[in-house]
């Protein structure tokens, strides 16, 4: 049993629903969601029982590039982030109607393929692919479903497809650069390289481009806000939920130990560009009207944190990275859930339309309360461990990235509160707000009790990403 | 036949043959008569031709002159289509000036 | 045992929160309110039989629970330390905890959300005593944030109210503000120490032979600021007068007794640190003074009866952090815990009042009640005396410790301290005089309807008032029970003790005759005189700016909070655009090009022939220049 | 050489079916026809040699590409069968037409002596004259093969004259016999001179800046079909024959040859991509589009002694996406006077199959993966790096980004708009074609190795 498997059952899965047709594909995507969920811990079980899940085998013999799935702690972490969001997403969908839901949902499902398939690739080409895989589906999901303007998503979706194609287009020429002097793409010969400091330079800031554009850092995150704005809410949740996390993952992944060098060298301008986002972002997110475009803003900052985390190089930095995109990953499908919860009653994203929710729907308030402390890192949720280790490693490389870094958890608390202030307290809503339903009390409940519980007892993630960490950390340090 | 490229000289014949294509490509870019632009292509091949059979006497080789009667061929067949082609543009406008075809741009 | 006990202790109040939260509503008012007091009043028992077991075995109990964080250089478990710091300030916590949660019982009958207001109290006692048995930084932090959320939501508890709601956000964002401060500390301790355990922490520092002093300090006063949000000290002590849109009893138990010392048991907590860094101490100490002078300041002219607590409340912490400054820890402790008594019951007195105007709060508006309402008008008295340092009330010995370690230390902050307590003496009895004495002056119906408060709300009161009285008797000069207590967790405790010569009987001579002095001057003003403070519009001059508490709230407004926002803003409508614009101006480039484009394939065959023969000339000629 | 007479042969034969009234039969009796002659073709994959002293060399090179030219015909002829509906009478002979263009093909990919070059070059190009024509009634058809037959004549001159001076240098047409000269003694002036003309006049063929303005007009006037063979069949033969002739006849190619490549590349990757971005038709869309591949095929020519399979693989995956596409256009432009990107809008309702085909077509000449494409270009890309030319790569880049601007914006057009009427009809030949050719891309994309390997 190996690491294939899962990809294979996510891409029957997609078919299954496609066939299923438009009554029942909502339920087929669910199934197989859950039995890929399911599949990858009793993956992880084998993993931990020590036995080799990876999957390689040869697949163009000219060019040398072979097929390889390659599954360590940090593969498999991010592995469970994406099958566990995806029934949650996909269950969270419940509550709406899509028109060619069979086509939707089959599309969730490739997406979550492609997905875990750049999480588990150990080939760079084998990485590529799936990597731009990934892409095609969400430019569907947000084009067809997506809400507002058709001529404006038109707009921002085919931006948002340009842009990071543009990136990693330029990416894949590094890997052919570095197919050139390794004579395989196999991750392991690319760490054995030894590229000059200049070469690594020019790969580093190759790869950067490409995961500049996805995370995204500033200047590249001018097409968050509209696309997470313009997409339906399912696919807001895969870009910030899963997605951004395909550029975090490569960073810790390709580019570190592939360019260590490079990443060393220019290890501040990295940073700060990180924590120049957790500013910015969160001083964007102050005076948003979008209730959608604000939590855009807000995980831009959150990104931009665990990004600079991650530049630090330290083994903190990765592994609070790590830690903080898990926990940012339930916490920002919470939040965009919690949106939709509200856009299905009253009808609106504007914040200056709702507010006096509280008094309307107290289960509800306590549950979106809740993810906002999780979001702005209240001690005992999960992003306060994640926040608190990379600020932590902020802090070993420079008091100051630490200082300002952490005026997150004071801004952040500013604008989350402000949000929640006006979108549920004041006087009651003259719109109804029905009690939430069971399914969406649901997903929230189970989000919320993830926070929880890995808030205060995060060791076994710790345990399961540390060893691959700090195996990276090695590569990272090798000369 | 020897003799006398012995005393002109090739590359005579080559500067002949290039200033008669030229004369061709000229008509071709110039004269706006379709016919007329036929001729001066049938002007360019000739010349090729023209200068196989003096490579062909230089090179003392049957090929060239072999090759002279394939492009003459095909030049026939070309012009064939072509004035087959010319016919039915007559018909549909009524002129054979190019440079009245200017239907297609952009 | 001790293990699960101190489970017991940690989480009957969680469990009473859960309670309430999912089942409140099915309970009905009455039975919520007993359930949330119940689960303080177990963890009260608790307490006791852990104090009992500390006071003999003189043993701290250390538990590990489970490991939490592993940072590269050090592991951090979630564990708890039960040692005579962390059981004292328990004792006042739970203690004068259930006492409140008794008292709103009957206070918050009336209220819809009653079960929702228990269960955030249990809430908060909760992460109260994280925060207090934590035994590390981290587990403390969890309760230190823990309970500025419960004050964020219990401020906010009238949620309709959006000034309540700012009010709340300010405090928490406020206090955020001192959190971070707190981080940076950890961060720093845990960099130069490899732990964030108390007790490993205190062998680590004292037992460190070259400490670099520089970092230490940068830890302490980080620390330091963290402090300052929690406790309420300038600069940021402006969130604690907006907390009263809270409810009274909140504001008894929150934002007067417990959450506000925070501040003071982390610093105590960390003694060891801070004697290590004496230009920390020395900032600790001025800025305590100088926030206890300027609260009182604010405190003279305040009318809203609550604002007027609030504005003592800071100025006591004040006073605590001055002798925190001066390392003197166990008189700061002192003063906490008799200031928990007597704030404690003078809030709730202040609600009982409240009550019984039916939500009135400007003083101006009360007056006479000492009639209608006899116990909380003794009661409050009690208080009063003993928050203005009469003998031998529990105030007069706490205070009198500051004001005499400041004498030794350094004149000045005793004057500072002394004028402030005078000022004190002279607000308290101003409320006193404008609630209680002359004649009513608020609305007719509300005359109708004054009457005493239920017993569930004067029992309180009266518990209180006696503590507020015989308080002092923990720790009497010469014969101190508490700093023998305490020993243990203080270097130089015994060093602190001061002889009492005549010259200590001088100092407190004085202090007591500026305790009278305050006294008369609001008699003469408010008895004598029989003056009342005129409308907000008449307010000119000193008095006017002291009334606008010196306009700080909007200098942080013009300094901070707008220029963030119109940052924001320009960010949004500007940065934000211009920068897509860039993005989308390479498109359009092409765009144009391919406009342009068009026009050079115009159709003409000559042209396109004539491109071709220039392609071909140039082809030829480039090889030919190429040979 | 058996298949090119087979070839042949079946062309005499697709005109005797008309004179025995066999009109029915001919469209399938031709694929079967062309499918025993590809299934010959591959049987006698590895028997290399040659035949009548040298005129034709057949090896695996031709063989490839000669079964890859044969396939496009198949596809070709089946979608004949709908296109030419209307006027049944001239189904034989545009068939036939098209089978002697394949022989020509062939014989221009198998050549061994410049005269069978020639001859292949004009049967090629003289049958897609009469093609471009074929609407006779349609004057925008007429002014297309116009347009194309001059300038296709004068550029056949060039290249004769290319042929005559090579063979002043060298006196022989025998490719063979000239590499051997010219790698030998150092040569008169005109040898490179005509190899450089010949070389313009096959990048005129395969439609490279700055000769390839005839290539959107033509594309736009001439019968969607004819469209069709000529930016794939037409355009993967003068790009294999260059390959050929210039692997052949001179092994080390100069330095100023490669550098004008470079420029010529460069050149019409940028210009067929920026033009493409502002045209609504899309025939001529697709014809700009052509001229930004050939482009990049032209990056073939940088390595010339190893780049032969990685040219092939480009050429297969970007015609079967042409064929694809061009299905899928013929069946929406159906008696359409144009073809207008209106005609394509809410092709994803009214027929959501062809539509994604479409859209598959379009991926995969945008060059996204698992979409053949992409491997195409990765595999140039990698070639022409390691050749040293990492500029190219870089612009090459640049370009697939650019030149995703207008794929998509047909996928928009199809996805986003409304349609406007229904389309009646399900041709069996066309969804046939469409789906057959983009799996057989998507299988390419599967399994490069498949073709990488053949002439590896």
Redesign the interface.
């Known amino acids: 049993m190996n690491v294939s498997l899962l990809l294979i059952l996510l891409l029957v899965g997609a078919f299954a629903t496609y066939l299923a047709g438009d009554k029942l594909a909502s339920k087929v995507a669910l199934f197989f969601s859950l039995a890929v969920l399911g599949c990858s811990i009793v993956l992880l079980n084998h993993f931990n029982a020590g036995e080799n899940i990876s999957f390689i085998n040869q697949w163009i013999s000219q060019p040398n590039i072979s097929f390889a799935l390659q599954a360590d702690g940090l593969s498999l972490a991010m592995l469970l982030l994406t099958t566990a969001l995806t029934p949650l997403i996909i269950f969270s969908s419940f509550g709406n109607e899509y028109k060619n839901a069979k086509s939707f949902y089959a599309l969730i499902l490739f997406m979550a393929f492609a997905m875990a398939g750049t999480f588990l690739a150990a080939d760079g080409l084998l990485y590529y692919i799936f990597w731009e895989l990934s892409l095609i589906p969400i430019y569907f999901i947000a084009l067809l479903w997506g809400n507002g303007d058709a001529e404006e998503r038109k707009t921002a979706v085919v931006k948002f497809f340009i842009y990071t194609l543009a990136g990693s287009l330029f990416m894949l020429v590094a890997f052919i650069y570095l197919y050139q002097r390794a004579g395989s793409l196999l991750i392991d010969d690319l760490y054995k390289l030894d590229l000059t400091a200049s070469e690594q330079l020019w790969i580093f800031l190759a790869f950067f481009l490409a995961y500049a554009i996805k995370i995204p850092i500033i200047p590249f995150h001018t097409w968050q806000a509209k696309v997470y704005q313009k997409a339906p809410t399912v696919g807001t949740m895969l870009l910030s939920g899963i997605m951004l996390k395909m550029g975090l993952y490569s960073v810790i992944r390709w580019q570190l130990p592939i360019a260590p060098l490079a990443a060393k060298q220019y290890m501040f301008v990295f940073i700060a560009l990180g924590i120049a986002g957790v500013i910015y972002g969160s001083i964007v997110a102050l005076r948003q009207k979008d209730l959608k475009k604000l939590l855009a803003y807000s995980s831009l900052a959150h990104v931009g944190l665990i990004a600079a985390g991650a530049y630090t190089l330290t083994l903190d930095g990765l592994r609070g990275a790590v830690l903080q995109m898990i926990a940012h990953g339930f916490v920002v499908v919470g939040l965009f859930f919690a949106a939709e919860i509200i856009f299905r009653r009253y009808d609106t994203r504007t914040i200056s339309e709702m507010g006096g929710i509280r008094s309307q729907s107290p289960k509800f308030t306590s549950m979106f309360m809740i993810l906002v402390l999780a979001s702005v890192a209240l001690p005992s949720t999960f992003n306060f461990v994640g926040e608190f280790t990379v600020l932590y490693s902020l802090s070993q490389i420079n008091i100051w990235f630490a200082i300002l870094g952490g005026t997150t958890i004071i801004l952040g608390a500013y604008y989350m509160l402000k949000m929640f202030q006006h979108v549920m307290l004041g006087e009651t809503n003259k719109k109804i707000f029905a009690d939430v339903t069971l399914n969406e009390g649901l997903t929230m409940v189970i989000i919320v009790a993830v926070l929880f519980f890995f808030g205060m007892y995060p060791k076994p993630i710790i345990d399961l990403i540390t060893p691959s960490l700090e195996n990276i950390l090695t590569q990272i340090n090798r000369n | 036949m020897n003799n006398i490229l012995n005393q002109i000289g090739?590359e005579n014949y080559?500067f002949l043959c290039v200033i008669l294509?030229c004369i061709?490509?000229f008509g071709?870019?110039?004269r706006?008569n379709?016919i007329i632009?036929f001729m001066s292509?049938e002007i360019?091949?000739n010349?090729?031709n023209l200068?196989?059979v003096a490579?062909s006497t230089?090179?003392q080789?049957a090929?060239?002159q072999?090759?002279v009667f394939?492009?003459m061929a095909?030049a026939a067949?070309?012009v064939a289509?072509?004035l087959?082609?010319?016919v039915?543009?007559f018909?549909?406008?009524g002129t054979i000036d190019?440079?009245n075809?200017?239907?297609?741009?952009? | 045992m001790d293990t699960n006990l101190a489970l017991v202790l940690l989480l009957t109040p969680l469990l009473g929160f859960l309670i309430n939260v999912f089942f409140g509503k099915k309970l009905g008012k009455t039975f919520s309110g007993i359930v949330g007091t119940l689960s303080v009043v177990v963890s009260f028992a608790v307490t006791l039989y852990f104090f009992g077991y500390i006071t003999v075995a003189k043993q701290p109990i250390q538990i590990i629970l489970f490991d939490w964080i592993s940072i590269s250089n050090f592991n951090l478990s979630f564990g708890l330390l039960l040692d005579q710091l962390s059981i004292l300030w328990l004792l006042f916590v739970t203690g004068i905890g259930s006492l409140i949660h008794l008292y709103s019982i009957s206070y918050m009958h009336d209220d819809e959300k009653m079960h929702t207001f228990f269960a955030y109290l249990n809430l908060f006692v909760f992460f109260m005593i994280t925060l207090v048995i934590g035994s590390n930084l981290l587990v403390m932090f969890i309760g230190w944030e823990g309970v500025g959320l419960c004050s964020y939501l219990l401020i906010g508890f009238w949620h309709k109210n959006q000034e309540y709601n700012d009010a709340a956000k300010k405090a928490f964002i406020m206090n955020r503000i001192g959190d971070l401060g707190l981080l940076i500390g950890i961060f720093i301790l845990g960099m130069l120490f490899s732990t964030l355990d108390f007790t490993t922490l205190k062998t680590a520092i004292s037992g460190a032979t070259n400490l670099n002093s520089y970092w230490l300090g940068v830890a302490a006063f980080a620390l330091f600021i963290g402090a300052c949000g929690k406790s309420a000290q300038i600069p940021l002590y402006t969130w604690l007068p907006d907390a009263m849109a809270g409810p009274t009893p909140v504001s008894a138990l929150i934002h007067a007794a417990t959450m506000v010392t925070a501040g003071i048991f982390m610093i105590s907590r960390l003694n060891f640190l801070f004697d290590l860094t004496p230009e920390v101490q020395n900032i600790i100490a001025i800025i305590g003074a100088i926030t206890a002078l300027v609260a009182a300041t604010i405190g003279l002219v305040q009318n809203d009866i609550k604002k007027v607590l609030a504005y003592s409340t800071v100025s006591q912490l004040g006073l605590m952090f001055l002798a925190l400054g001066l390392g003197a820890y166990q008189v700061a402790i002192f003063h906490v815990v008799t200031h928990a008594f007597f704030k404690a019951c003078l809030f709730l007195g202040s609600g009982s009042v409240i009550h019984a105007l039916g939500g009135e709060q400007d003083m101006r508006k009360m007056g006479g009640l000492k009639k209608a309402m006899p116990i909380t008008f003794m009661t409050m008295l009690v208080a009063s005396l003993a928050i203005a340092g009469i003998f031998p009330f529990a105030g007069f010995w706490s205070k009198d410790e500051i004001l005499i370690t400041a004498f030794e230390h350094n004149i000045v902050l005793w004057v500072i301290g002394s004028v402030a307590s005078i000022m004190t003496a002279f607000y308290m009895f101003r409320l006193m005089y404008l609630t209680f004495f002359k004649e009513f002056r608020g609305t007719e119906d509300q005359k109708h309807h004054l009457h005493e408060s239920p017993s569930l709300i004067t029992a309180p009161l009266i518990i209180l008032a006696v503590l507020s009285f015989i308080g002092g008797l923990i720790s009497l000069p010469k014969n101190s029970w508490l700093n023998e207590y305490l020993a243990p967790i203080f270097r130089k405790v015994t060093e602190e003790e001061h002889t009492l010569g005549t010259f200590e009987y001088g100092l407190m001579a004085i202090a007591l005759a500026g305790a009278f002095i305050g006294i008369g001057i609001a008699y003469s003003k408010y008895i004598k005189q029989n003056s009342v403070p005129e409308e907000d519009s008449k307010i000119t001059g000193i008095s006017k700016v002291l009334y606008n508490k010196y306009y700080v709230d909007e200098a942080y407004d013009v300094l901070f909070v707008k220029p963030i926002n119109a940052l924001s803003g320009f960010f949004r409508d500007y940065i934000e655009t211009s920068i897509s614009a860039l993005v989308f101006g390479l498109a359009k480039v092409t765009n144009e090009l391919s406009f342009q484009g068009?026009k050079l394939?115009?159709?003409?065959?000559?042209f396109y022939?004539?491109a071709f023969?220039l392609g071909l000339c140039a082809i030829i000629s480039y090889l030919f220049l190429a040979q | 050489m058996n298949t090119l007479i087979a070839i042949t042969g079946l062309g005499v034969l697709c005109l005797l079916f008309e004179i025995l009234n066999l009109r029915k039969a001919i469209v399938p009796m031709t694929i079967i026809g062309l499918l025993a002659i590809l299934g010959l073709t591959v049987s006698e994959f590895n028997t290399s040699g040659s035949f009548y002293n040298n005129m034709i060399v057949v090896n695996k090179f031709s063989m490839a590409f000669s079964s890859l030219f044969i396939v496009l015909t198949i596809f070709l002829v089946g979608l004949s069968h709908n296109f030419y509906e209307d006027h049944q009478s001239k189904l034989s002979d545009f068939i036939a037409i098209k089978i002697f263009l394949l022989s020509g093909a062939v014989a221009m990919v198998s050549f061994g002596n410049l005269?069978m070059f020639?001859?292949g070059i004009?049967v090629l190009?003289?049958s897609l004259?009469?093609l471009a024509?074929s609407n006779?009634?349609?004057?925008?058809s007429?002014?297309?093969?116009?347009?194309y037959?001059?300038m296709g004549?004068?550029a056949?001159?060039i290249i004769?004259?290319g042929?005559?001076l090579i063979?002043?240098a060298m006196?022989?047409?025998d490719v063979v016999e000239i590499s051997e000269l010219s790698r030998s003694a150092e040569l008169p002036i005109?040898f490179p001179i005509g190899i450089a003309m010949v070389t313009i006049g096959m990048l005129f063929k395969i439609a490279a800046v700055p000769f390839h303005f005839w290539a959107?007009?033509?594309y736009?006037?001439s019968p969607a079909l004819t469209t069709a063979t000529m930016s794939t069949l037409a355009k993967v033969v003068a790009m294999a024959t260059l390959y050929k002739l210039l692997s052949v006849m001179n092994a080390n190619i100069s330095y100023a040859f490669q550098i004008i490549i470079v420029v010529l590349s460069i050149a019409s990757m940028t210009v067929g991509n920026i033009m493409a971005l502002r045209?609504t038709n899309v025939k001529?869309m697709l014809a700009f589009s052509g001229i930004s591949h050939a482009g990049f095929m032209l990056m073939a020519l940088l390595s010339l002694s190893t780049s032969a399979s990685d040219l092939l693989y480009y050429a297969s995956t970007y015609s079967l996406a042409g064929i694809a596409a061009f299905s899928v256009i013929l069946y929406v432009c159906k008696n359409r006077d144009n073809e207008d990107i209106v005609n394509f809008h809410g092709l994803g309702k009214t027929n959501p199959l062809l539509a994604a085909v479409l859209t598959g077509a379009l991926l995969s000449m945008a060059g996204i993966p698992i979409f053949s494409g992409f491997f195409a270009k990765l595999v140039l890309f990698n070639q022409t790096i390691e050749a040293g030319y990492l500029v190219v790569v870089i612009v090459a880049v640049i370009n697939s980004i650019i030149s995703v601007g207008y794929y998509f914006k047909l996928i928009l057009a199809m996805y986003t708009k409304e349609p406007n009427e229904e389309r009646a009809g399900t041709p069996f030949f066309i969804y046939a074609v469409a789906v057959v050719s983009i799996a057989l891309n998507v299988v390419l994309g599967l399994f490069p190795s498949l073709v990488l390997d053949l002439l590896g």
């Open positions: 090739i080559i294509f061709g490509v071709v870019l110039y706006r379709a632009v292509i360019m091949l010349a090729v200068l196989f490579f230089y090179h080789d090929q060239g072999v090759f394939f492009s095909v067949a070309e289509v072509g087959a082609i010319l039915s543009i018909r549909n406008s190019v440079a075809l200017k239907n297609l741009k952009g | 068009k394939h115009n159709g003409s065959i000559g022939l004539f023969v | 005269a020639f001859l004009e190009s003289i004259y009469v024509a006779r009634m349609n004057l925008k007429n002014e297309a093969g116009m347009k037959f001059l004549s004068f056949s001159g004769l004259f042929i005559c063979y002043g006196g022989s047409f005109w959107p007009d033509v736009e006037g045209q001529r």
